[in-house]
């Protein structure tokens, strides 16, 4: 990376060309499934998709064959997943997982996101939240292919009405309104509860001069839908003739009190009732109407707390939100059901195989919800709850890579803790099966209550004491202490491994407290490498702490077999790389793998961190001399022909587990992502020179302006299109870290030596282009 830089530097000042595209050594990833992976009788046809938490689906047609695919967007992660409803070889339909299409959709959703057609003109257009409670609307149009263009109608929806003239219609930042025809006059209205008291419904009317509501126009119809208020009590409500429960009084206003609603009309008589999710409880309501559309009217008798059947009433854990869906292609909406809460770092939930399915047997009047005990998806995808960190090692000895997972926590049997997954490699060498062996491998979940419990493991199968064999380390927190563990194997190598948790130790920190000391923090995921080439295994640790000093990525030495093991970590680096995030601020929950994903002998470093960012380093070695500019365009988009960041979500709770091994004998590692949603993803690598998705003078395109030059304390970058923008001095130093995506930039100069210095800015599609900059 160092000699990269210089020798750009070089060729600038022997006067070549200021702007080029890229055509360095190269490597990158794409998404291709590592194997078979099998529960039971079951081989998981989704298996690598990466897992589901609070998933809203919407119908749409993707690739443009007239028929329609699926799209998912997960509230906790903010990620989008999309789905192809493909043939099937035994023939038949199912659904195919198709990541790439999922670059099609904004890369900022948040909160909620619904497709839904406002032009008729048979392409769902989408809806989602904005700006802490608003609406805000990208009209559908047709692509390449068919495919969907998503194109900015408006950033905020507004409604007029007596009293308030013309506002912002916003529904809070927890609740998730119902857009659907509400009143029968072909257009979408806007149902939703009030954000401020979040115990009565508000109807907004479309009330666009077109027979379809193209305008996306509202009046507010009533503050009061039906006359109904929430109670205390979960499925409680306050209607006229009808009090609450026991005399408790309609619900308060509460800093969180959300709904979701689902307007459909469940007992076939013509008249839209409405479906009422609630925050912190478990019912799916019917709210079934006896008026009609344009007056709605609710009794008692209204009030369906088992729908849609005594049998198998809605009853997940907490907050659920329903959505129609034809999930088996029989030309007929089903009814899907999740969890639809903004975290669960409060309910402590099993977030496994949450996905509710009722398959609607009906193809006219009323719906006839029948449940499916397999659910929808979730069955499909490997899914460890949260927070999935993967390690791989053999484990049987058979000379295979098996695969172990750790988790933040899942809540079996009453307890919320966490524990190792096992998957045990059954195939060949060329061709992996993962088979599940054990949830609980080594019984770790099984042996402890509430506090003896083990929360956020995080494994990595590694020989700590160089005797061939693999130890298990794991960072857990343990009766509400967190530290990094080991277990050494017993067997010889080559053997199935024996650990016996019994003898469970853990690496202590070495020097005094406040010294940058081996910190023990909630998350820690650690890395084992050998990073200074003595044969000892030594440990980059991405971690939050903040009580020692340091920042997201740390290094710590091994002094190698003279010491005792537990104390064997001595810190070297607390700021390795000095990686930050595109505000210059530092990432949380880094996630750090290493392995020699370039194919030049050297190993390469790849994180991720709560941002989404997935970063690559080239021979991270080179980063004990200072930082180099990582690559972020890694994922590989067949359908776009071009590089891209990582899509798998990003919010401040997102956590990553990054693991890369040679799971096939092809000698090339394939990387793998666990996810926040509990599942995990697998890339296989791409080398060599980038496909260009430009033409080779498209880094020109970009019109790179840099004024003033010469500078003195700040220079402004200017571009033709959104970039990050970096600073390299003479040596291949990073000196100014990559910043958010913009036209313009203003670099501060202050703190930097004379000299000549490359300003590197970079598009989101990997193009780039580099200017000299004096600094005077």
């Keep these: 990376m160092l ?28 998404f291709r499934a590592a194997g078979a992976v099998v529960e039971g009788a079951d081989t998981l046809r989704q298996a690598w998709a990466g897992g589901f938490n609070t998933p809203q689906f919407s119908s749409i047609d993707l690739n443009g064959d007239g028929r329609n695919d699926l799209f998912a967007f997960d509230r906790q992660t903010n990620r989008c997943y999309t789905f192809l409803n493909a043939a099937q070889p035994g023939g038949g339909r199912g659904w195919q997982y198709a990541p790439d299409y999922e670059a099609l959709f904004p890369a900022d959703l948040a909160g909620w996101a619904l497709l839904r057609d406002y032009d008729c003109d048979g392409r769902p257009d989408l809806f989602s939240y904005v700006n802490g409670g608003d609406i805000r609307v990208f009209r559908n149009v047709a692509g390449i292919g068919g495919r969907p263009i998503f194109q900015l109608t408006t950033s905020q929806l507004r409604f007029s009405g007596a009293g308030v003239g013309t506002s912002n219609l916003t529904i809070g930042g927890y609740n998730m309104p119902a857009i659907a025809d509400v009143n029968g006059d072909g257009k979408l209205d806007i149902l939703s509860y009030d954000f401020v008291t979040a115990n009565i419904i508000e109807l907004y009317l479309n009330t666009s001069p077109d027979a379809c509501g193209a305008a996306l126009t509202y009046k507010i119809d009533t503050n009061y839908w039906a006359q109904l208020q929430t109670c205390a009590a979960c499925a409680a409500y306050q209607l006229p003739g009808l ?103 409060q309910d402590n939930v099993s977030q496994r195989d949450n996905v509710r399915l009722y398959r609607n047997t009906a193809a006219t009047g009323a719906p006839a919800f029948g449940y499916q005990p397999k659910g929808f998806l979730t069955n499909d995808v490997i899914d460890v709850s949260e927070a999935a960190a993967p390690t791989f090692g053999d484990i049987d000895g058979d000379g295979l890579a098996d695969l172990l997972i750790g988790n933040n926590a899942d809540r079996v049997n009453g307890q919320y803790r966490a524990s190792l997954t096992y998957y045990r490699n059954v195939g060949t060498a060329a061709k992996p099966v993962f088979s599940l062996v054990s949830r ?92 200074d080439g003595d044969g000892n295994v030594d440990l980059l640790l991405g971690t939050d702490d903040y009580t020692e000093p340091g920042q997201s990525l740390r290094y710590f030495r091994n002094q190698g077999p003279g010491v005792v093991l537990e104390n064997a970590f001595v810190a070297v680096n607390n700021d390795l790389g000095q990686i930050r995030d595109g505000a210059g601020a530092r990432p949380f929950h880094l996630s750090p793998t290493v392995a020699d994903f370039d194919g030049d002998g050297l190993p390469d470093l790849v994180t991720a961190d709560n941002t989404g960012a997935v970063r690559f380093f080239s021979n991270y070695r ?35 587990g990054l693991a890369a091994a040679d799971v096939n004998a092809d000698g090339v590692p394939e990387l793998f992502i666990g996810t926040e949603t509990g599942g995990l993803s697998s890339y296989a690598v791409r080398r060599g020179t980038p496909t260009p998705t430009r033409p080779p003078a498209a880094a020109a395109t970009l019109g790179l302006t840099l004024y003033p030059n010469p500078a003195h304390t700040q220079a402004t970058v200017e571009t033709a299109q959104p970039t990050r923008v970096s600073v390299i001095d003479a040596t291949g130093r990073l000196v100014r870290a990559p910043d958010a995506l913009a036209r313009q930039h203003d670099l501060t100069l202050s703190g930097l030596a004379p000299g000549l210095y490359l300003v590197r800015a970079e598009a989101a599609d990997g193009t780039a282009a580099v200017q000299r900059l004096a600094v005077q």
């Design 440 to 531: 609980d491998y080594m019984g770790l979940a099984a042996k402890g209550t509430a506090p003896n419990v083990f929360l956020a493991l995080k494994p990595a199968l590694v020989d700590l004491n160089r005797d061939g064999a693999l130890d298990l380390a794991y960072a857990a927190n343990y009766q509400g202490v967190n530290r990094i563990y080991y277990i050494l194997n017993t067997a010889a190598a080559g053997r199935p491994a024996a650990f016996d948790p019994t003898t469970a130790n853990y690496f202590k920190p070495q020097g005094a407290a406040g010294s940058g000391v081996l910190p023990g923090f909630m998350g820690d995921m650690p890395c084992f490498t050998d990073v």
């Design 3 to 30: 000699r990269r830089y210089a020798v750009l530097l070089l060729l600038l000042l022997l006067g070549a060309p200021a702007a080029r595209a890229q055509t360095a050594t190269f490597v990158g990833f794409e």
């Design 243 to 345: 009090a609450c429960r026991g005399g408790v009084p309609a619900a308060k206003p509460t800093h969180t009190g959300g709904h979701n609603l689902l307007v459909l009309d469940v007992n076939g008589d013509g008249v839209n009732d409405v479906l009422d999710g609630r925050d912190n409880c478990p019912e799916l309501v019917a709210l079934l109407n006896q008026g009609t559309n344009q007056l709605a009217r609710l009794t008692a008798s209204s009030i369906r707390t088992d729908f849609p059947s005594a049998a198998n009433p809605v009853r997940l854990p907490v907050f659920p939100a329903g959505y129609l869906v034809d999930t088996d292609f029989d030309g007929i909406n089903d009814l899907v059901v999740a969890p639809n809460m903004l975290d669960n770092s």
């Design 622 to 656: 080179t980063l004990l001399a200072g930082p180099t500019a990582p690559r972020t365009n890694l994922f590989w988009n067949a359908l776009l022909s071009q590089y891209e960041a990582n899509r798998l979500g990003q919010s401040a709770l997102v956590r990553y």
